[in-house]
């Protein structure tokens, strides 16, 4: 067959395909770029005040005269705003999770990706070929150490997993059955959106969060601004090398992504020896399907693991599973929260 014929084979063989998925991904970065720049220059923030003309908005974020209309028009487009006579308006979503005044803001991932992730998945190419990350640590320095170190971008960081983690944890406080225990501990809390999800649904609980000492305060400080502060205490400490504070439940939620296998085996097997007969441990992540093909989001996450981390990854829930029953957990079964992310629930 010549070449000219093998072309015509194949394009019958394509039929009606259609390149615009391939060009969509490819691209897809312009629309998350020009998310988070608005994010960064305070577009929703303003807009949650009220509608406001085009220019004059644009003004007061001190853009462009060439670069506003499209900035804003390619946002109604995305579905981020709505424009009516030159005037523009948050959608109701935008309005609900990106207007920072509002205890639902979720944008802090988002400035986080902004200000740090953005660039550093440039060079994932670089992190495919040689196994290494991509971030900050990049020349020998330690993620959560240099992180612990800068209180700006360690606020930024602590605030944005509540962001990111929202949706899990007002699904664990739903879904599991908090009746049957009195203390629960969330191991590497960050600044406690869950003890707070979770102390809020429930009276009779009282929790703790356990983090770097250095967390301390933003922990303080967020949970004193819902009043919790009789009922969840900070301990500080490394996970690795201090006792977890004594109760009947343990919450994981993103840390066992962060470490190597032996890592993850080392930190189930110190819950383990923590938790009374019965207590309970529950790890939530974006839990990888086993069968490694339906949730892109938990695949891309642990893609973000090796821009961030020298040996962290993503798992699947039948991998957690059999890592806690090795850890010695008699039963444990994986329940799905919301969006991507999943729990394995193990029972001591
Ligand atoms: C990815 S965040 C997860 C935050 C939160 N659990 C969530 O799901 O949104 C990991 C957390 O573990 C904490 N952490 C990292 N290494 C730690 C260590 N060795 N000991 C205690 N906490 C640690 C970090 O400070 C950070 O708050």
């Known amino acids: 067959m010549t070449e000219l014929q093998e072309h015509a084979v194949h394009t019958e063989r394509a039929g009606h395909a259609s390149p615009e998925r391939i060009i969509q991904l490819g691209l897809a970065f312009w629309g998350s770029k020009t998310l988070l720049s608005a994010v960064e220059l305070g577009v929703f923030a303003q807009l949650s005040q009220g509608q406001r003309d085009g220019e004059e908005l644009a003004a007061t974020l001190g853009l462009h005269p060439r670069s506003w209309r499209d900035f804003f028009d390619a946002l109604v487009a995305l579905g981020m705003l709505e424009r009516e006579n030159g005037t523009y308006r948050n959608t109701p979503e935008t309005d609900l999770f990106l207007d920072p005044a509002k205890p639902s803001y979720i944008g802090g991932i988002l400035e986080m990706a902004n200000a740090r992730l953005y660039a550093f998945w440039g060079s994932l190419t670089d992190g495919l070929r040689t196994g290494e990350l991509q971030n900050e640590a990049r020349h020998g320095g330690d993620f959560f150490a240099d992180l612990h170190k800068d ?13 990111l983690s929202a949706g899990a944890h007002a699904a664990i406080a739903a879904k599991f059955d908090w009746g049957r225990y009195r203390a629960f501990t969330d191991v590497g809390c ?41 009922r969840l205490t900070f301990h500080g400490g490394n996970f690795f090398e201090d006792e977890l504070p004594a109760s009947d439940v343990i919450t994981m939620g993103h840390i066992l992504h962060d470490w190597n296998v032996d890592q993850k085996r080392q930190l189930l097997a110190k819950v383990y020896d923590t938790l009374p007969d019965g207590g309970a441990l529950i790890v939530f992540e974006a839990l990888i399907d086993d069968d490694r093909r339906e949730n892109a989001f938990g695949l891309l996450m642990s893609l973000n693991m090796l821009i961030e981390t020298p040996g962290g990854f993503d798992y699947t829930g039948a991998d957690c599973q059999s890592w806690m029953r090795d850890a010695g957990f008699r039963e444990t079964y994986v329940q799905h929260l919301a969006g991507p992310d ?3 629930v193990g029972i001591k």
């Open 342 to 344: 999943s729990m394995v």
């Open 190 to 230: 960050a600044e406690g959106g869950l003890p707070v999800t979770i102390a809020l649904a429930h009276d009779h609980l009282t929790g703790a969060g356990f983090d770097l000492p250095s967390a301390q305060p933003h922990f303080e400080d967020y949970v004193r601004s819902f009043g919790l502060e009789d």
């Open 151 to 163: 209180p700006e971008r360690l606020k930024q960081f602590l605030h944005a997993m509540t962001g």
